[in-house]
């Protein structure tokens, strides 16, 4: 064995690769796609708008990444130990030539090196030419205000390069271990056999459930968009883990179910169908889970996605209660100055509207105290103010006064009652101390202030002005230096008119607004522009990562495909042969209908459905609060989808056919 | 009437990229009557296999005809053939082709399931043949769990139970042990002497001993064929040895 040289096995490892052409043409093209895929989805976390549209996105994003990665990681691992399986007679017949283990694994290693270096290159070039095509052609097609650029950043390169090389590194540890532990014999005949069934598929089947279980539970559980965020990984990650081990468990149970079943077995597409899917049960059913998790991921970017762009009138509704807004952050050090703008700017509003010639419709006005604290037994314990936004209460206190302008209404409140709203519910008891006093409690609805939902929040409107003096008095005895949030106040109103003289009529407040102190004016016809840009801008990347999962999905069946047509090939030739005829490999492809196209996508729209109320927090995130909306564009996206992989299933089953016929 | 009866028939081979042709089979006339138990002999190359593929409609002649019954297997349509297949022919093959996925008995039952035959008849046609042909113990385990020898009798199960006409077998010794060999002729002789017509090719003196007629191919045409009459086996494979060293000696020039 002298003078065996890397040029040797190099070229020995070349040879391999060619002559395997079947199995690694579709192994190559799907690594591509995946290393594509995690590149492009990298690379959005450089983008701009991910970066600065709202601090949830860049979380979600790299959720979204390790995801990807978490899945290029099952996913190669799987479509290598395919192609190798197919390769064991050929590998074991280098042990019966005699080459020495380390030469055999030498030979493994060149062969990965090149298939790794091959695919990870082009993925990457794949990804910097798609990507930047994709957001040429979306820019053009969605015509947003601005457009959206492309960023090619380095760190999502290298990221994607180690990732992906860690990846080949373990099909490599892999591969070996599979030959320097199996008796040459046992090689040459390895392909033949089936595959074994999982040991323990019943537990296997239990901790699916478990998982799934865990997973769903997770999402219908989940008290406030906060704690979504920081859930929807681990959620997402186990309904993950859940898929693969139902799929592998349920399909086997399925299966055999079937095969025990006489007069469903033995008809000739099923009896082809069901042994078919049995001998190679494991890789079926990874396939199939595969396809699931990518469908859902389509659906779930698609359609939450279309959801904002869809509600984007309403959220600007929400955002922007009238069709002009005045915020005001009242000085904590001169408490009475605010209390002089308020009025009088609510006077100089109804004037300048009347010199104008158009007229108030409706005006609302309201001061209000922010407090931050918790709710401890019967008592609201102040923190200090921005002392991290997840374990606080966030309170409005609001003086009656206010109150009963905005709502109309005419309540009276004696000194120690108080009127109280909480977001969640839970605080149900009839008293609340705050600061030193005791305040009899009526509940409320919280038909008044635009709630953020994003936190824990009550609103609490007190008799008079006095009452908040009082409390912030104690509040600044508690934390003598702690910061100090003034009373604000928001005035929002409308006016008559038409588009163009709202629009004439909001540049002048707004120039007005400029010279008004601690103030913000918005208007909401000036800001729905801006917002429709926002908001396209989700849809952009929504479009982008569903088409980047449906390509996913369409290698993906391809891969199945092919590699199951040339694996079904000559089986059916034998068949063909004792008399198989055409029409009936028509029929058994037809009976797999229900598995590859039917099962993947009702599993996927179990996943979203079960999804759906954390996706709904998630949502609120992004100001989306009508159900409605979010309802419609979710069933339209599921049934768009099914109807795209329909189109898909056929294409490849096509291909399959011509295969195997 | 004969029950096959292969007339004129002449096959040629045309490469698909190039004009070279191969006469694969020039002249074959020959018939096998009802209960017949016949071997064709010849080296390789001589074009037996591509004989019994046409006869098993797997493969077309060029020109000629094989009649089953009078009835001439061209005139089937391309519709029909599988079915005529399934129900009419048996095979059995050098390589076995049996399929992994199935279990011995799904392997036996392949050709009834795909004819749609009801579980019941299946069922029962089943038992009988693997108990005579010694493999009853093993139908629930799967071809890769046995030996050479018990996967051509699983092939030879399968052959029977659709109960064909006609057993086509195609060098079914050629992969087998001696021993193996043996125990399959000896299975094959005794179907036969239950009247079932066998048309086997082989290379095996000792295989073709087990018949009754033996026909020698050469250069795509029979030329010549001996009958076991009343001969034992040992004797009858001595007449076939002597007819192929004096035919083979004789055909020397071409070689
Ligand atoms: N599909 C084919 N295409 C071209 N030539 C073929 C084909 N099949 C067989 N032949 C040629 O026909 C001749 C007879 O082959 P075959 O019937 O397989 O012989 P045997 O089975 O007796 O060994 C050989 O010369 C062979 O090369
Ligand atoms: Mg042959």
Redesign the interface.
Known sequence: MKGMNNRFFSALALRNIKSNKTLYIPYLLSSIAIIMMFYLMASLMANQFVQERSSALPTLFSLGVIVIAIFSVIFILYTNSFVIKKRKKEIGLYGILGLEKRHVAKILLFETMFTSVASILTGLVAGLVFGRLFFMLLNYLLKLPTDIDYVVAIDPILWTVLLFLAIFAITYIYNVSQFTFANPIKLLKGKTEGEKEPKGSIILFILSLVFLGWGYGISLTIPDPISAISKFFLAVFLVIIGTYLLFISGSIFILKALKKNKRIYYRPGAFISISGMLYRMKQNAVGLANICILASMVIIALSTTLTIYVGSEETLENRYPFENNMSLFGDPEQPELIEQQFADLQAHYEQETEKLGLEVTEMEALRFQSIYGSLDNNRFNFTEAFDGLELNVFGQVIPLEDYNGMTGKNIELAEDEALFYHSNGKYTKEELIIGDRLYQLTPIENDFSAETGLTETIVLVVPDMSHIESMMASYKEQFPDGPIVGLSADIGWNTTGTDEEKKAYADRIRMQSYSVESARYESRDLQREDWYSTNGGFLFLGIFLGLLFTIGTVLITYFKQVSEGFDDREKFQIMQKVGLDKEMIHDSTKSQIIWMFLLPIVVATIHVIFAYPIVSKLLTLFGITNEKTWLLSFIGVVIAFAAIYWVIYRITSKVYYSIVK | MALLEIKNLKKVYTARFSAQQTEALSTVNFSVEEGEFVSIMGESGSGKTTLLNII?T?DDATSGEVYLDGNPLSKIKD?E???F???TLG?V?QDF??????SIK?NI???L????TP?EE?EARLMPIVRNLGIEAHIHK???EVSGGQKQRVAVA?ALITRPKIILADEPTGALDSKASQNLMEILKGINEEGQTILMVTHSTRAASFSKRVLFIRDGSVYHEIYRGGQTADEFMDRISQSLTVLSSRGEGHE
Not at chain 2, 97 to 102: G, K, P, T
């Open positions: 098993s797997l519709k053939v599988s079915a297949r399934r129900s095979f093959f082709n049996l399929l992994d996925n199935f799904d039952l392949l050709p399931v795909l004819s749609k579980i299946m799967y071809p890769y399968r």
